[in-house]
């Protein structure tokens, strides 16, 4: 049985879309389900207890919804799969605080985690019908606490917009279905702040149909104006900003053994192509010795390729976003306009592959990265595409 059966053999469905507990705690999808057992939770806003008992509150708060059952299997997996797994991030960053316990950037957290668990225990990976499905989970993780306590104030507009635009790269993902996860995340607790919590969630999903994104990404009238607009200047989302930019520089971003260096002989053949693989050989530095040399003689060149408004491709594993932030700020500081690639391939090919290389990295090596992963998004590039290969 793949990931995708057994995600589908456990989500509930009809006729009484009751979640069977038994089957779901010893199986890979109830891995953390002990360790939220044993997680505390401030009895502030959770007075239901730890966060095994509120996760199985929200899950059926969630599949006790009209919404939830109007969906089809596969819908209803990833947004059951999204409420299981909504606060796993807390395993790892809850802790006692000034006389509470917290669970400080428990979302982003968490999404690393699913992402890890679906990618490595359930192998999805590798084909669109995975990652959309993947993705389209961690999105939900990432954001499910937004509607219920991210829209006030000012920028509440930008922030809709911007989670709307998900849905270009997991088109699984809408707002409606983040605040149906956010509703039941509320209701799966026990607080003193319910009915606002629900009132906010309510807010979200009226301000996204206002601006046409309750389905579907905000149509941003081009590229450059949506880029512009995620990355924070002061522009108008429904009006084409005059762009003055040059390119495409490419960015690819994707595991070690992925197959980039053949993505880009079939894809790019001739492009002038900025690769830290071929630096290390050159400099005779292996991939886990320091890269700073590495990392500098790489911006070196692509400075050059900058200075006559070249396009060129850089060539590197850039899968988190750190990692993407600094070649991304000295591209978009010499007026270009990016393109990110990111590729992915199944698991056991991907490390096939990588095996195969000439400067293979440790297979430690790789799980590690995909335990940190996370794939290119629309705030980050004018554009960005996501690929398997």
Known sequence: MDGLELIASL???????????????????????ADMARTRQNPVYHGEGDVWIHTKNVCGELCASDFYRAQPERLRGILFTAALLHDVGKVRTTRWEDGRWTSPNHSAVGT??????LWTRLGLCGTPEKQGFREAVCALVRRHSMPARGIDGRNAERRILAASQTGLLAPEFTLERLCLLSG?????????????????????????????????PYPFPDGHTRFAYLSGREVRPDY???????????????????????????????????????????????????????????????REYLRRKEPFVWNATCVTEAARRRPLELFHAYGAWVKTVY????????????????????????????????????DEAREVEWICV
């Open 184 to 216: 039941a995340d509320a209701r799966g607790r026990v607080c003193g702040d319910l009915k606002e919590l629900l009132e906010s969630v309510e807010l979200c999903a009226e301000l996204a149909r206002e601006k046409g994104c309750l389905n579907g």
């Open 112 to 117: 690393r985690m699913a992402r890890e668990l």
């Open 343 to 378: 590729l992915e391939t199944g698991l056991e090919k991907n490390l096939r592959r990588n095996a195969q290389r000439r400067a293979s990295v440790p297979e430690d090596v790789i799980y590690s990265l995909i335990s940190k992963l996370s794939p290119p998004t629309l």
């Open 240 to 302: 084409p900003l005059f762009d003055d930019r040059w390119g495409p520089v490419i960015l690819l971003s994707g595991l070690p053994g992925v197959g980039k260096d053949t993505w880009i002989g079939e894809n790019l053949p001739g492009w002038p192509v900025v690769s830290l693989d071929a630096i290390r050989r050159e400099l005779g530095i292996l991939p886990t010795d320091e890269q700073g040399p590495v990392a500098d003689e790489a911006r070196r060149r692509a």
């Open 11 to 33: 989500t509930p469905g009809p006729p009484d879309y009751t979640a069977d507990w038994a089957a779901i705690e010893p199986s890979e999808l109830g891995l953390y389900a």
